[in-house]
Structures are given as structure tokens and as C-alpha cells.
């Protein structure tokens, strides 16, 4: 097996699943381009380029690919061949469009596409099925939002592996050194601890931790700092971590203390609202509540938590208005934070798997804001 995708079995359960839903739907078929869905259905990491390349998959029916034939090997890495599906490619000059007509019976057929689908492809598409694609999104939505054994275990591999960055994290943080240094140290960490690649650092120290999208620049590290650190990376088949820390290099000062012990219930609290039925904007509202008693609330200015799978974002958004049940597989981030303009800010986040009765963490890092001792480098007198 390849080891960017699972076992092919794992993709038969998948295909079937989805072809059921879209039936159930009222539609003819699905058109899958290159993307994370894609990607869930046939373990392809194909990409969109100019020349079209879509899964068709019928509600009934077999699916079929549609694929440039100068791109034709590219299918060798996905579970395309294995599942043994057709395989309809074209040359330049030819109209793939007209292959994924043939593909789901010729007559104008009611389709829906993945959101990922450049207009390029879009629209001459649309012209030949003769009627306006809707989206998958709402077909898709509850196979990828739900995770299987396996994608579980990759969750908690990828888990595992950002908590001893995050072990190693204080060592990086050495007054005098910038936030573009740390970062740097970071990623190589990332790699170095089993992630295939980065997907993102975060590292706000003082004032630029206040600001929850901060990636990193050249200020430097000082005694006394707040360093928020945000890390991820995919790991193997493509399952991504997502881990956030938050750091004081030397002894913080007293209303830190007081106010990060308020975020730290927060989070906690979120935590352990978790559970089967419960809707994603209750979890929301148990961290914001907290934080609310204190009179914080105005300083915590994002969504508590985000899905996350092949993608870092994706369903279920734990957001405020999001009446979504809970699910048993469902796995999302849990990371309330404080974020004082010009000041300071900090955040505590794991990724979280819904069980049948309440929920895990696949990080088990501290939540402590962990204080970085200060080593004086002058000589003894």
C-alpha cells in the first residue's frame, strides 16, 4: 500500500457510501475534481490544473475517471487501478466534458460538484449536462465529518508526534533569537518527529500573539514575553495535527496567571461538554460562558473549533450558530483564547474525537502556561 492513502477496501466502503447518498439526494451523479474529496474517495492527490480530471460516480452505476492521458500515471498512485475502475483519458483536442456525460448516461443529468471545481471547468461542463451543477458539499459533508478506525488512529499518530514538538518548543525559545528562528526550528521539528510535511507555524510572541493569525517575522524574543505556539503538519496517509501551546519565557506577571487560568477552565470546560447530541454551538458556549463570567468574552474574537481530517478546516465548524449534533467519530479542535491588542494574547487548543459517551484528546501536552526558565549568560562575580 501506498503509505499516502489507506488500504483499498477502505475506499470500496467510501464509493459505496456515497452513491447512496447522492441517490437518496434525487441526483444522477457526483463529479469529483481534485481535492480533499477526491482525495477521501479514491486517495488521489491529483491536482487541478488546465486539463480536466474528475472522478464521475453515478448514483447508479460504476464510476468512472476522466483523466488527461499525458496525466494517466498519476493515477498509479492513488487506489484508482487497485479498485479497478474505468478509466475513460483524452488527448488534447478532445471534449472531456462530453466523457462525463457519456458517463453518467447522456441525458441532461441533475450532478452535483465538489466546491473545489475551478470555473474553467465548471462551465463548459455545465454547457454539455445542460442543467446547473449543485454542490456535494451537503452529499459529502456527513461521510467525511464522521472518521473511521483509521482515520482515528492517524489522528492520534499525528497527535502524538505534534506533542513532542511541542516538547521540545522551549528550547527554541531563547531571548534574542526572532520568531522567523523559532519557526524555523519548528518545522524541521515537525518532520523530524513523523510529519510528512508542515502544514503551518504560528509563533506570536508579546504583542503579536494577540493577533490569532500571526505567522511569524523577524522580532526578537525578550524576557517576559507571552509566546503563543501554533503548530500542524500532515502525517501519513495525509491526516493532519493541530496543536496550540502557549509560553512565558521567564516568570509571567500576575494578571497573566489570573487571566490564563480563566482560559485554561474555558478550554476544559469546552472539553467536557463534549458528547454525542450535544450541537457544536453548545461546546462553543461553554467556553465562551466561562470566559464571560470574568468579563473576558469581548476578548475571545474566533469560533472555539474547527473540523479537521485531510484538511485542517473542515466540518464541523464549533461556531456559534452551528445547531449540528454531535456524532460519535466526529474529531474537531478545542481552543478557546485571550487576545489583548498591542499587548499580549494566548491560546489552548487539542483536537478532539467525539466517543459514544463524551470525548478524547489526541493531545496530551500540558495546558499549564508553561514558563521557559531564563538562563543568565554573564559571568558570576
Keep these: 500500500m501506498d503509505s499516502h492513502r489507506f488500504d483499498a477496501e477502505v475506499y470500496v466502503r467510501r464509493l459505496a457510501v456515497a452513491a447512496a447518498a447522492t441517490a437518496a439526494a434525487g441526483l ?3 463529479v469529483i475534481s481534485p481535492g480533499y474529496d477526491l482525495r477521501y474517495l479514491v486517495g488521489s492527490r491529483a491536482q487541478t490544473f ?63 460538484v465538489t466546491d473545489s471545481m475551478p470555473a474553467l471547468h465548471l462551465l463548459p461542463l455545465t454547457s454539455v449536462l445542460d442543467v446547473l451543477p449543485v454542490l456535494a458539499t451537503d452529499i459529502l459533508r456527513g461521510l467525511r465529518m464522521v472518521k473511521e478506525t483509521a482515520e482515528i488512529d492517524a ?45 503551518f507555524v504560528i509563533v506570536g510572541s508579546g504583542p503579536h500573539g494577540a493577533d490569532p493569525h500571526h505567522e511569524y ?44 487560568s480563566v ?21 462553543d458556549a461553554a467556553a465562551r460562558d466561562v470566559l464571560a463570567e470574568v468579563g473576558l468574552a469581548e476578548y475571545f474574537v474566533h469560533r472555539t473549533g474547527h473540523g479537521i481530517g485531510l484538511s485542517v478546516h473542515e466540518e464541523p465548524y464549533i461556531v456559534a450558530g452551528n445547531d449540528l449534533p454531535l456524532a460519535a467519530g466526529m474529531a474537531f479542535s478545542v481552543e478557546p483564547g485571550i487576545y489583548f491588542p498591542g499587548r499580549w494574547g494566548a491560546r489552548i487548543e487539542d483536537i478532539v474525537v467525539v466517543t459514544e459517551d463524551g ?23
Excluded: C
Design 28 to 30: 444522477t451523479g457526483l
Design 50 to 112: 488546465e486539463r480536466f480530471t474528475a472522478l464521475v460516480l453515478p448514483a447508479a452505476g460504476e464510476p468512472t475517471v476522466v483523466v488527461p492521458r499525458l496525466e494517466r500515471a498519476s493515477l498509479y498512485a492513488s487506489a484508482v487501478m487497485e479498485l479497478g475502475l474505468a478509466v475513460r483519458d483524452w488527448v488534447d483536442g478532445e471534449d472531456p466534458y462530453r466523457l462525463v456525460s457519456d458517463a453518467l448516461g447522456g441525458a441532461p443529468a441533475a450532478t452535483a
Design 155 to 199: 489522528l492520534r499518530k499525528a497527535g502524538a508526534a505534534i506533542d513532542r514538538v511541542h516538547a521540545r518548543v522551549p528550547e527554541f525559545l531563547v531571548p534574542g533569537r526572532t520568531e522567523a528562528e523559532v519557526a524555523a526550528d519548528i518545522a524541521e521539528a515537525i518532520v523530524a518527529e513523523g510529519h510528512s510535511e508542515v502544514a
Design 217 to 260: 517575522s523577524d522580532r526578537e524574543l525578550r524576557v517576559g514575553d507571552i509566546v503563543v505556539v501554533d503548530i500542524g503538519g500532515a502525517y501519513a496517509p495525509g491526516y493532519h495535527s493541530d496543536s496550540t501551546r502557549t509560553y512565558s519565557i521567564g516568570e509571567p506577571n500576575d494578571d497573566v496567571v489570573q487571566q490564563y
Design 263 to 283: 482560559l485554561q477552565r474555558a478550554q476544559r470546560a469546552a472539553f467536557e461538554a463534549v458528547r454525542p447530541g450535544v450541537t457544536a454551538e453548545q461546546v
Design 359 to 381: 470525548a478524547f484528546s489526541v493531545n496530551n501536552r500540558p495546558h499549564e502556561l508553561i514558563v521557559v526558565p531564563v538562563v543568565s549568560s554573564g559571568l558570576a562575580r
